[in-house]
């Protein structure tokens, strides 16, 4: 492969929580590394430079959460637009989660993922196989394999793996080699036919609610069984202050449990529902404001280790139906940074340095991927932001070929600027 | 002109006080219509209505039905079952090609919470809900007000009491919203397993015992209860239903007062309701049926843009 160009980002503020570094200076990629960081570096012969003033520089983001939906819904997305508008969110690289179809369970399937994510040439794409055969939660799926095949983790997403001794078993193979096992936290038999949280609203419209303690049941049952096995459970997209205390509990205990949340739970709430929008409609439910609360200051007290899209791209006309058959999920890669730097960084929850670490550094570590720093040598994984720039979200304007997002129409703040894979121009913003 | 209603009748939760008390106001005349020898109108001549019924529906259907021929409008029924949505045609373009055929009004009745709300907010023409999942019922609540208001002269103040299946109920969501407006103390009974958790918020007092919700009512509303709800658990079993929630003679004997007692059909006599109660002497439930038809006259009328000063001129021009 041929050596690209040198690329020099110029006077940006240069923040990495992994190594500590917040300030002012210049970063320099060569041959898909970081070759310097900080203080004022010449250009080199024939390098692109690239003004960063103004702009934040930071460790490319990692979503450890989204659906890609390629193979069998190429309608709705395929790898290549995904890793596009990964790349347009910030993201440098995206674990595709396997319910798709068919279902990522064999090595053969996570190579094709691999391949098909190599021939984007945007965020890198890194598969997730599936925990069970068919993600039908009887038998385990050869996880030996698709681990030489380039699986980073195993998840049954979209569903919960209802048999706990399934997920015992899938805990202590999953530590054979070391990954961690993602788990869509959801009882089955108290959230059947639900279609928003169980509350109020819920009552009002007539919808039938989902109760948080569908989440919260198979939250405690994983956090046990990861403490019976010593296996790295990741909760799933979190969603109540139940969970975000079960998790705590955990985690004072030395149990290898961590979770992320998504960036819709941590700034809307059911009331999106009104109107029976079915922009509002996923799963996790969108939940009550006190759930949202607790989960912005599980962010900050580090409860909640990262912060991830469940970008779930939908056919428009699947959308636009009655509130109970539309599907659920909503688009999350174009709107991540500027949503949480909205609902998060502005009103002084966080420092824009732990939103960094939630969405860059701490994936990288908990996932074991490459990237998440700017270490001199590291992967030239970058991602230049401008976080007081206002934009409106148009979804016609979105890379993704899904247009489901609650946020039409809002006016936010963050706007990516610059995204650098393997030291490569992936995404760049004029003006 | 602007319409007194807006554009849909969606719900009794969207309505102010004075809207609901002018659809009563409005009915009240238009009762008169229904007991002439010729039933008819011509208040809606030339107006063409469609009666969008995806679920079974007997009374609610001939009810609107006989409003809008009482009224003089042309009308088509189309449901689910032998209709383009057994082809797999979605509701908005069914509704859109409804409407390309230029109609004026939709009567909708859809299994979907949200459906009414769905196809009020895609098509031009008026909308009326005529039971939307376990949404809303307007016109059932409407007809439940006005024969209230027939029997106590006033709402506000009266206790009423829904006995059953609140959480599955479209007519128990538009009567909370419908009385609570207009004043009265509004109660549920039923089993737990059979009310929203939150019902509370909503405003209501909840009774666990029924003979408790007898002794404080001055009217119960008696839901029915749907023989699914048995097979899905909510309940362990009907005659048990019928021992502890039904609606009997004796307990009803033993009420300090007389209870009024509603139904919105079809009962389940035996069930929720025994016979003796549902054919004695303080039953209105065949009032409400017969107040269905003025009440649906009225928001046909309302919506499509009279005003409700002629509602007593309509009724004279024959």
């Known amino acids: ?431 | 002109m602007s319409a007194p209603l807006g554009k849909d009748l969606l719900g009794l939760e969207q309505l102010t006080a004075e809207q609901i008390n002018l659809v009563l106001d409005t009915a009240l005349p238009l009762k008169e219509i229904s007991e002439r020898t010729i039933k008819k109108v011509p208040t809606l001549r030339g107006a063409t209505i469609v009666n969008l019924f995806f679920e079974a529906s007997t009374r609610t259907r001939i009810s609107f039905e006989f409003a809008e021929k009482r009224m003089s409008a042309d009308t088509v029924n189309v449901g689910a079952a032998g209709s383009s949505v057994s082809k797999g045609e979605t509701l908005v373009d069914t509704a859109r090609n409804l409407e390309a055929m230029r109609i004026d009004m939709v009567v909708i009745r859809h299994p979907a919470s949200g459906a009414a709300q769905f196809l009020a907010e895609r098509i031009e023409s008026n909308v009326i809900n005529a039971g939307d999942g376990t949404h809303e019922h307007p016109t059932q609540g409407l007809l439940d007000l006005l024969t209230l208001r027939d029997h106590f002269g006033t709402i506000a103040g009266k206790k009423v009491c829904l006995c059953g299946d609140v959480l599955h109920s479209r007519v128990a969501r538009s009567n909370i919203w419908g009385l609570t407006k207009l004043g009265a103390e509004v109660a549920v009974c039923g089993p737990r397993s059979l009310l929203p958790n939150a019902i509370e918020e909503m405003g209501v007092k909840v009774f666990d015992r029924i003979e408790t919700a007898i002794e404080w009512a001055d009217a119960l509303n008696v839901l029915r209860l749907q023989l699914e709800r048995m097979h899905a658990g909510y309940i362990p079993s009907l005659r048990e239903y019928n021992r502890v929630f039904g609606v009997t003679r004796e307990r009803l004997d033993r009420a300090p007062r007389d209870v009024l007692i509603l139904h919105p059909g079809p009962m389940n006599r035996g069930v929720e309701i025994d016979s003796d109660v549902a054919d004695g002497p303080h039953s209105v439930i065949l009032n409400q049926v017969t107040n269905g038809v003025a009440i649906r006259m009225a928001v046909l009328y309302l919506l499509s843009g009279n005003t409700p000063q002629l509602a007593e001129a309509a009724k004279g021009i024959a």
Request: proline share 5%.
């Open chain 1, 1 to 431: 492969m041929s050596a690209h160009r040198d690329v020099l980002l110029k006077g940006g503020r240069l923040v990495d929580p992994s190594s500590k570094l917040d300030g002012i200076g210049d970063l320099l990629v060569r041959d898909g590394k970081i070759e310097s960081v900080g203080g004022n570096i010449a250009a080199p012969a024939d390098a692109t430079v690239i003004d960063c003033t103004g702009q934040v520089v930071a460790p490319g983001f990692i979503d450890v959460h989204c659906h890609l939906r390629e193979p069998g819904r190429e309608d709705v997305e395929t790898i290549a637009t995904g890793a596009r508008a990964a790349a347009a969110g910030g993201f440098t690289a995206v674990c595709a989660m396997p319910n798709t179809d068919p279902v990522t369970d064999n090595q053969a399937a996570v190579g094709f993922v691999l391949k098909q994510g190599k021939a984007a040439a945007a965020a890198r794409v890194y598969p997730i196989g599936a925990i069970s055969m068919g993600e039908r939660g009887e038998r385990l799926a050869e996880f030996g394999e698709m681990v030489g095949a380039g699986a980073i983790a195993v998840s049954d997403d979209g569903k919960p793996v209802v048999s706990a001794q399934l997920m015992r078993t899938a805990l202590e193979y999953a530590r054979t080699f070391g990954i961690p096992v993602a788990d869509h936290c959801e009882d089955p038999t108290l959230a059947e036919g639900g279609a928003m949280n169980e509350g109020l609203v819920s009552a009002r419209l007539g919808l039938k609610g989902i109760p948080s303690e569908a989440e919260e049941i198979m939250a405690i049952r994983d956090i046990l069984l990861a403490r019976r096995t010593g296996g790295h459970v990741h909760l799933c997209h979190m969603s109540t202050r139940g969970s975000v205390e079960l998790i705590r509990w955990g985690k004072d205990r030395n149990i290898r449990v961590t979770a992320e949340v998504c960036p819709h739970h941590l700034s809307l709430t059911e009331a999106e529902v009104e109107g029976y929008d079915t922009h509002a409609k996923m799963n996790p439910p969108l939940r009550s404001a006190d759930d949202v609360d607790a989960l912005q200051q599980a962010v900050k007290d580090g409860t909640i280790d990262v912060i991830a899209t469940d970008h779930a791209p939908h056919h428009y006309d699947e959308k636009e139906r009655e509130f109970a058959d539309a599907p659920n999920g909503i688009v999350g890669f174009e709107t991540a940074l500027a949503v949480n730097i909205t609902w998060l960084v502005k009103p002084g929850i966080i420092s824009l340095a732990t939103l960094i670490d939630k969405m860059s550094c701490a994936p990288a570590k908990l996932f074991h991927l490459p990237g998440g720093t700017l270490r001199r040598g590291g992967a030239a994984d970058v991602t230049v932001f401008d976080p007081a720039r206002e934009w409106t979200v148009e979804p016609t304007r979105f890379f993704t070929k899904g247009r489901n997002t609650p946020y039409t129409g809002r006016t936010l703040t963050g706007l990516v600027a610059c995204v650098l894979v393997d030291g490569r121009i992936v995404h760049t913003v004029k003006g």
